[in-house]
C-alpha cells in the first residue's frame, strides 16, 4: 500500500503543481460560461439593420412590424420571468406586461409597466425607414453602401428593401448580405398573416375570432400520480423538475471530468515511456502498484477540480443570491438539493469512479505502448469518438429522459456511467438499477485486467503501437499460423 501511496502522490503533486494546472482549473468555469453567454452576448452587440418596405399603402409594412414586434416581446418576457414562460406559470409582472401589450402599449411602455426588468432591453435587430426610391435601379445604391438612409441615429446604410406589387405577383426581397435570414424569414411570416386573413375575410369569418379563442382557452396543469416534492399536492413545480435537471447536469460533469482528466494519463506514461522512467520506477514499484498509484493520482486531480468548482460555485450563488429574482433563486437552490439526494448522488458518485476507472484504464494502456503523441493520436481517434455518444444520449434525455435508446444503450458498459445517472430520476425498477452497477464493476474489473496486461507489455516489454495490429491479426481466423 505504501508503494501505491507514494506513486499516486508523486504523480498528484506533479500535476497540481504546474501553473497550466491551476490556469486550467480557473478557464474551464469562465470559458464554459463565455460559451454560454455569447450567443445573448452576439445579438446585443449587433447593430441595428434598417429595412424599408415599397409597396401601396400599409398594409405588408405594418404586418412585417408586428412580426418583429412579437420577437422582442418573447425576449422582454423571458427576461421578466424566465422561470414563469418555461412553466407556463406567469407570475404578476408578467401578466401586467402582457395585458399593457393587449392594450397596445409599445414594449418599452409595457416594460415600465410591469416595473422594469433586471436587464437594459437590448436595441432593436430591425427598425423600418421611408423608402428612399421606388425602384429597383434606384434602391441598388442604397443597398450597395454608395448612399446611405436617414434614421433617428444619422445616415446609415440599408439592409434590405422588400417590393410588394399591387396584384398578386410575388414579393421581392433585395439585400447584399445573403448568410442573414432573420427578416427575410419574418417577411415570409407576415406574409403567411396576411394571406390567412385575407382567406377567413373571404369566408365571412373575422380574424379577431383567433384571438378571441386563444384569450378563453383554458389554463393547463401539470400534476403527477407519484408522491409530489413540495406542499402544492400533485401539482407539478420546479422541485419535482429538479431531478431531471440535476441528473443532466451530473452527466455532462462526469462526460467533462473523464474527457479533461484522462489526457493526464495518457500524457503523462507518454512522458514516462519516451523519456525512460519506467525503467527506474520499476526497480522499486511492483507494477500492478505503479497501475493503481497512477490511477489514483489522477482520481485525485479529478476530486481537486470538483471540490474547487463546488466551493467557488457555492461563494458566487450565495453571493449573488440576493441579487437574484426569488424565482430563479428558489430554482437553483431546487436543482442544487436535488443533486444532494442520496438516491441520485449515490449512484453518480458509483457511475464516475467505475466510468474514470475505465477509461482511465484504457488510456493508461494506450500511453504504454505510445512513444509520441502522434502516435498516441491513431489509437485516440476511436475512443473520443466513443466518447462523444453519451454527449448526443444527453441530448435525447432533455427531451425524453424515459426514451428506450436510453434504456438499451444504458446495457452497454462504456456508456452505463452516463446513461444510469439519466435514468435515476425516470424510477427505473430496483433490480435494473443494481444490474447495471454490477455490469459496471465486471465491466471495470475486465478492463482493468486487460489494461494491465497491456500495460506490462508496454512499460516492461517495450511493445509498441505496431504490435496492437499483429495481437488482432492472430486474432483473426486464418492469421495465426502466418509469418511476416
Known sequence: MRSIYLVARRDYLGYVQAWGFWLGLLLTP????????????????????????IEQGTEF????????????????????????????????????????????????????????????????????????????????????????????????????????????????????????????????AAERKITERKV???????????????????????????????????????????????????????????????????MGTIEERSNKIFDSLLTSVKLPHMLAGKLLAVLAVALTLMMVWAIGGSVIGTALSGQMPADIRESMFSVAGAVL??????????????????????????????DTIQEAQTLMTPLIVM??????????????????????MSWIPVFTPFLLILRVPTHPPLWEVIGLLVLMVVAALVVLWLASRVYRAGAVHGAGVGDVGKWFSKMLPGKKGETG
Open 387 to 408: 466518447l462523444m455518444v453519451p454527449m448526443f444520449m444527453i441530448v435525447v434525455a432533455i427531451s425524453d429522459p424515459e426514451s428506450p435508446i436510453l434504456s438499451v
Open 200 to 266: 377567413f375575410e373571404a369566408a365571412g369569418v373575422s380574424p379577431r375570432i383567433l384571438n378571441e379563442a386563444e384569450k378563453q382557452r383554458r389554463d393547463i396543469t401539470e400534476r403527477r400520480a407519484r408522491p409530489a416534492s413540495s406542499d402544492s399536492g400533485s401539482q407539478v413545480t420546479m422541485a419535482d423538475r429538479a431531478p431531471f435537471i440535476a441528473s443532466v447536469f451530473m452527466a455532462f460533469l462526469l462526460w467533462f471530468l473523464i474527457f479533461s482528466v484522462v489526457n493526464y494519463l495518457l
Open 341 to 370: 439526494k442520496p438516491s441520485l448522488l449515490m449512484p453518480a458518485i458509483l457511475s464516475f469512479v467505475l466510468g474514470y476507472l475505465m477509461y482511465g484504464a484504457v488510456f493508461l494502456a494506450l500511453g504504454s505502448l505510445c
Open 61 to 188: 409594412a405594418d404586418a412585417l412590424r408586428a412580426e418583429l414586434q412579437e420577437d422582442r416581446i418573447a425576449l422582454v418576457r423571458m427576461t421578466l420571468d424566465p422561470v414563469g414562460v418555461l412553466n407556463g406559470e406567469p407570475s404578476d409582472k408578467l401578466l401586467a406586461f402582457d395585458d399593457a401589450i393587449d392594450a397596445g402599449s409599445t414594449v418599452e411602455a409595457a416594460l415600465e409597466a410591469a416595473g422594469g426588468a433586471q436587464v437594459s432591453l437590448p436595441q432593436a435587430d430591425f427598425v423600418a425607414v421611408a423608402p428612399p426610391a421606388t425602384d429597383e435601379d434606384s434602391i441598388r445604391p442604397y443597398l450597395m453602401g454608395e448612399r446611405l438612409v436617414e434614421t433617428s441615429e444619422g445616415p446609415q446604410p440599408l439592409f434590405a428593401a422588400i417590393f410588394v406589387p399591387e396584384d398578386n405577383g410575388e414579393i421581392e426581397y433585395w439585400s447584399e448580405t445573403v448568410t442573414s435570414r432573420t427578416l427575410l424569414d419574418q417577411v415570409r
Open 30 to 53: 469562465i470559458l464554459m460560461g463565455v460559451g454560454m453567454m455569447a450567443p445573448t452576448w452576439a445579438a446585443n452587440s449587433q447593430p441595428t439593420r434598417y429595412y424599408t418596405v
